[in-house]
T-cell receptor, first 113, second 116 residues
């Protein structure tokens, strides 16, 4: 079982819709969770981080964390074509004191006009 | 302020040559990471520096790869006797918080290495 799993996609949504990106992780003791956006040919950009159960909102983005289910998600409201990118989920690695991140392979999001 | 910078942005080399890739982290950041991303693949951890501690080299794929960090700031990743399978984008990231659970990493633009 991979430590951090994401559906590779592509996830296709129409402009204005809500995009829901999901990530599961294997280490029940994980405490830090990150979402990165990576445009084609560019480096990953940190867009959200969450450490506590529940929701965290930042503009059109909401991160949701459920530690009991070992599940973290990213919701993008009012999706725009400019949101089309690959979204990487990353989890702090417990046996390194959370100093290293384990990345999923990413979900490709396509937002059509 | 300035973000993480990397140089060169592109490097084309011949098989068997040595290459050096440079990373300049965000000022004040104590932790520095190197990753590799092959075409269409995920991020592969290579090495991690934290302050003055010994680096975590657990991700280096072979002894042809080495890295150093001078003065707790700039880092150089060296690949000796390059092979075609070394072709990838090499990404550097830095972070400043050292306590558990706080490790937001910020990435540089990467160096695209092509080995002919």
């Amino acid at each position: 079982q991979k430590e951090v799993e994401q559906n590779s996609g592509p996830l296709s949504v129409p402009e204005g819709a809500i995009a829901s990106l999901n990530c599961t992780y294997s280490d029940r003791g994980s405490q830090s969770f990150f979402w990165y956006r990576q445009y084609s040919g560019k480096s990953p950009e940190l867009i959200m981080f969450i450490y506590s159960n529940g929701d965290k909102e930042d503009g059109r983005f909401t991160a949701q964390l459920n530690k009991a289910s070992q599940y973290v998600s990213l919701l993008i409201r009012d999706s725009q074509p400019s949101d089309s990118a690959t979204y990487l989920c990353a989890v702090g690695e417990r046996n390194t004191g959370f100093q290293k991140l384990v990345f999923g392979t990413g979900t490709r999001l396509l937002v059509s006009p | 302020g300035a973000g993480v910078s990397q140089s060169p942005s592109n490097k084309v080399t011949e098989k068997g040559k040595d290459v050096e890739l440079r990373c300049d982290p965000i000022s004040g950041h104590t932790a520095l990471y190197w990753y590799r991303q092959s075409l269409g693949q995920g991020l592969e951890f290579l090495i991690y520096f934290q302050g003055n501690s010994a680096p975590d080299k657990s991700g280096l794929p072979s002894d042809r790869f080495s890295a150093e960090r001078t003065g707790g700031s700039v880092s150089t990743l060296t690949i000796q006797r390059t092979q075609q399978e070394d072709s990838a984008v090499y990404l550097c990231a830095s972070s400043w918080r050292t306590s558990s659970s706080y490790n937001e990493q910020f990435f540089g633009p990467g160096t695209r290495l092509t080995v002919l």
